[in-house]
């Protein structure tokens, strides 16, 4: 009979994976401030470390997240069936529980917007689907301009750091009106079932790294976000509304042949609370070779990748699973 009403209880959680619980908590938690003298190096050297960082003093406004965080609840808390009249996300729109289209599903569910230019994107949803009033709002476009001109401040403190010329080297491939860069919008509902799962948690977003050069998430004060350390541990990431936290993508990983890692970081659902986050990812211009920059490279170092383009990787990621190590394919034998 328990047994019974348990599976009746998670069938909504079905064919989600769930994972042990991690205990340990990331207490060195490396913070930048960005308006430290210091940022640039310390902004390599954890970027060397962990592909990761926190980001105080970083001049975006409380406001402009509270009230897209607010929009945001206000679209997840509708019917599904209205939900479902902005999906499915193909590439871009509303899912529930599928990430991306090879089988991967989470505990989730998700706003996937393009933000170049911000316009196009919010046409190609209002014109051809139902309006939502996310997508009225300027909440959505307020937030994304604000990180974005935060982001090039960052990638050009890194490019400083890293001895990287021109120093627009990396923030003009975000700057650019074809950058392929995307927004998301990510909603945790709470999952008060997951005590019937004696003890193990709810994958909310699975493992992954992301594709792209750079990825600036924010959420509100609910824990979840873990990420991978060199030694393969898993720690979780204590939530700070306050702050952003940075993650190196795949391609800044091939940028800097290797020196800089894309980290891999997953989301665990919680029993009792909402996790609301985002994310915007900064690509570069779809026809752009990704490859070492130049001036990084010592005299005789080659290329620990193949030449591609970014399209080229994109397409390759878009084929893969959540969890695959994506840049195998790309590295010279
Ligand atoms: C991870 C980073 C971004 O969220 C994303 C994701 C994308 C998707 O959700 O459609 C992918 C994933 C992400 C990498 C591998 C592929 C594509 C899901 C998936 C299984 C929008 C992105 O650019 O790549």
Wanted: proline letters at 6%; aromatic letters at 10%.
């Amino acid at each position: 009979m328990v047994v019974h009403s348990q599976s009746a209880a998670l069938d909504h959680c079905s064919l989600i994976k769930t994972c042990k619980p991690t205990t340990s908590v990331f207490k060195g938690i490396p913070v930048v401030d960005l308006r430290d003298p210091e940022a640039k190096n310390l902004i390599v050297k954890t970027c060397e470390e962990y592909g990761f960082f926190k980001l105080v003093n970083h001049g975006v406004p409380m406001e402009f997240f509270t009230r897209l965080e607010a929009e945001a609840l206000k679209f997840f808390n509708l019917p599904q069936s209205e939900k479902d009249k902005a999906g499915p996300p193909d590439p871009f729109g509303y899912g529930f529980k599928k990430i991306g289209s090879n089988g991967d599903v989470g505990w989730v569910e998700y706003l996937l917007l393009n933000t170049n230019p911000q316009i196009t994107s919010l046409k190609s949803l209002t014109v051809f689907r139902e309006t939502p009033e996310i997508f009225r709002s300027s909440a959505v476009n307020d937030y994304i301009q604000a990180v974005k001109r935060m982001t090039f401040e960052v990638v050009e403190l890194l490019a400083d750091g890293l001895k990287i010329e021109p120093r627009d080297a990396l923030s003009r491939l975000l700057r650019d009106e074809k950058s392929d860069s995307c927004f998301r919008l990510n909603h945790y509902p709470p999952c008060p079932e997951l005590q019937a799962l004696g003890g193990r948690n709810l994958i909310g977003f699975g493992e992954h790294t992301d594709p792209q050069i750079i990825s600036v998430l924010r959420s509100n004060n609910t824990s979840g976000l873990q990420i991978c350390l060199r030694d393969k541990t898993w720690v979780s990431v204590p939530p700070d509304q306050t702050s952003f936290f940075i993650n190196v993508g795949d391609a800044l990983q091939v940028m800097t042949n290797g020196r800089l890692r894309s980290v891999r970081h997953r989301v665990l659902a919680e029993s009792m609370r909402s996790r609301v986050s985002m994310i915007y990812f900064g690509g570069p211009p779809l026809s752009e070779k990704i490859a070492p920059l130049a001036s990084l490279m010592a005299k005789a170092e080659e290329s620990l990748y193949e030449e591609f383009t970014w399209w080229e990787y994109k397409t390759s990621a878009y084929k893969s699973r959540l969890g695959d190590y994506r840049l195998g394919l790309f590295e010279k034998k």
